[in-house]
C-alpha cells in the first residue's frame, strides 16, 4: 500500500483515506482499481440502482465503467466533497485503446499530514435529479460552499 496514504474511519461517511505526509499540489497518488466492465454489463449487474446512495463505480469512458466492487484497491475508499482537495484525472491510452484508459487520484493543492484526500465524483444520473434523489445522494462533505448533494448538474446537450 502507498506510504503517503491511510485508511480509517472518516467524519464524512464510513471509510476514508487521509494523507500520510504532507503532499504537494499535483501529486499522483494512486491509480483507481477494479474490474473492467462494458456500461451494459454494469447496468445488468447494478440495475440502474440509483436508491442506495453508494457506488463503487466509476466510469472511465463512454465504453467502459471501472468496477471497484472487484479488485479494488485503497482508492475506491476515497469520498467526494464539494470543494476537493484532489481530482481524478483520466489518462488515455497513447493507442486509442479505451481499454487501456486509466484513472489516477492526483492532489489538486497543497495537503497537510492527516487532512481527508476527496475528489468530486461528479455523479450524473441517467434519471432526472429530483429533490427525493439528490437526497438519496446527500453529501455530507461538511464544507461553506457544500451543494448538499453527490449529484452535479447535467450538462446541456447542444442543440
Ligand atoms: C467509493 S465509496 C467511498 C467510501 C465510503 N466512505 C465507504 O465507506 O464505503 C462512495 C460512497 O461513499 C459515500 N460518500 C462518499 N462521499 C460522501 C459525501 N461527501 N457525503 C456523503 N456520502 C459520501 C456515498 O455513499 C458514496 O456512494
Ligand atoms: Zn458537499
Not at 482499481?33 to 463503487?56: A, P
Amino acid at each position: 500500500m502507498s506510504r503517503k496514504l491511510v485508511l480509517r474511519r472518516s467524519p464524512i461517511h464510513g471509510n476514508g483515506v487521509f494523507a500520510a505526509c504532507d503532499l504537494p499540489a499535483g501529486t499522483r497518488l494512486v491509480r483507481y482499481r477494479g474490474q473492467l466492465r462494458s456500461h451494459s454489463e454494469v447496468d445488468d449487474c447494478y440495475g440502474g440502482d440509483y436508491d442506495s446512495g453508494h457506488t463503487f463505480l466509476f466510469t472511465l469512458n463512454d465504453e467502459y465503467v471501472v468496477d471497484a466492487n472487484v479488485g479494488g484497491n485503497i482508492a475506491r475508499w476515497i469520498n467526494t466533497s464539494c470543494e476537493p482537495n484532489c481530482e481524478a484525472v483520466i489518462v488515455e491510452d497513447p493507442k486509442g485503446r479505451r481499454a487501456h484508459d486509466r484513472i489516477f487520484i492526483e492532489t489538486i493543492k497543497p495537503v497537510r499530514a492527516g487532512e481527508e484526500l476527496t475528489y468530486d465524483y461528479g455523479i450524473t444520473l441517467d434519471e432526472p435529479h429530483t429533490p427525493r434523489l439528490r437526497k438519496i445522494w446527500a453529501c455530507r462533505c461538511g464544507k461553506k460552499r457544500c451543494t448538499g448533494t453527490m449529484l452535479r448538474p447535467k450538462r446541456k446537450r447542444a442543440s
